[in-house]
């Protein structure tokens, strides 16, 4: 059971997203609202722009070298109103003066895509938002498809408003055993969970021996090392054995997260998520 290849699946899933996409009455509309020049910012765009163009959506960027909050709140209302509009996406994160949460707020959480909008992060809690987060979906997906147990033990570490708060509403919601610390702290045993989320911890810090067999380990840490991205984890550690799946860094998580967008988006034009 080695490492989760997130980009095969990804195409896989695009694939159906991409035959879905052709047997709808219209063209599903993304509109993306990105604020400022934060190259990493610009970079997942640009991704996401490319995949929606491979399914054939359509994905309009709506650039602003810089916004004031109310000019945020003002672009997003106009796009709740425009029924060509399926969904919204404010590219996170925004620049230090403007007030995030009012903004993501302001989007219509059935255009909510990327399902961060408060009512539907609660009424996951329930199991009845319009959309789930797409590192929420992630997650779950890969949960129900290696790990037999019903209520796994889930260990989460990290603070992010995009993947360990959205997942750990969803799963506590669920009746899942859930542990959430903010960052690694000595002493966390990870080998008494069943399924374990690295977000904050430090670079290259966890191998397979640190796991009990059949643990599902995501890694949701990016660092930028030597010139290339790592994860948390040491893949090589998690290659040619049986009994731990990794979804590792790169080529996990990041290509999976635009999938699940464009498979809300797809939803987003029948009315659900």
Not at 7 to 24: D, F, G, H, T, Y
Not at 255 to 260: A, D, G, V
């Amino acid at each position: 059971m080695p490492v989760i290849d997130g980009k095969l699946i990804s195409r896989n899933l695009r694939e159906s997203i991409k035959a879905q996409v052709q047997n709808l009455a219209v063209c599903p509309s993304l509109h993306v609202i990105l604020i400022g020049n934060d190259e990493e910012s610009l970079r997942y765009v640009r991704l996401k722009e490319k995949a929606a163009a491979e399914v054939g959506a359509h994905c309009q960027v709506h650039h602003l070298s810089s916004a004031t909050t109310q000019e945020a709140i003002e672009l997003v209302e106009k796009l709740n109103q425009d029924p060509a509009v399926h969904g919204i996406l404010v590219q996170l994160p925004l620049p230090a003066e403007i007030d995030e949460d009012l903004v993501v707020a302001t989007v219509k959480p059935s255009k909510d895509v990327d399902g961060l909008h408060p009512l539907n992060l609660g009424l996951s809690f329930f199991g009845r938002q319009e959309f789930t987060s797409c590192a929420s979906r992630v997650i779950l997906m890969l949960i129900d498809e290696h790990i037999p147990v019903t209520k796994p033990r889930v260990l989460m570490i990290g603070d992010s408003s995009d993947v360990v708060k959205p997942l750990g509403g969803i799963l506590i919601g669920r009746g899942y055993p859930v542990t959430i610390v903010p960052e690694w702290m000595d002493g966390i045993d990870c080998s008494l969970y069943q399924v374990v989320i690295l977000e904050k911890c430090e670079p290259q810090s966890f191998s397979r021996e640190m796991f009990a067999a059949g643990t599902l380990v995501i890694d949701a840490g990016f660092h930028w090392l030597d010139g290339k991205t790592r994860g948390n984890a040491v893949t090589g550690t998690f290659e040619n054995q049986d009994g731990t799946w990794l979804l590792p860094v790169p080529g996990g998580l990041g290509p999976l997260l635009i999938t699940m967008l464009l498979d809300n988006l797809v939803k987003s034009v029948g009315g659900h998520g």
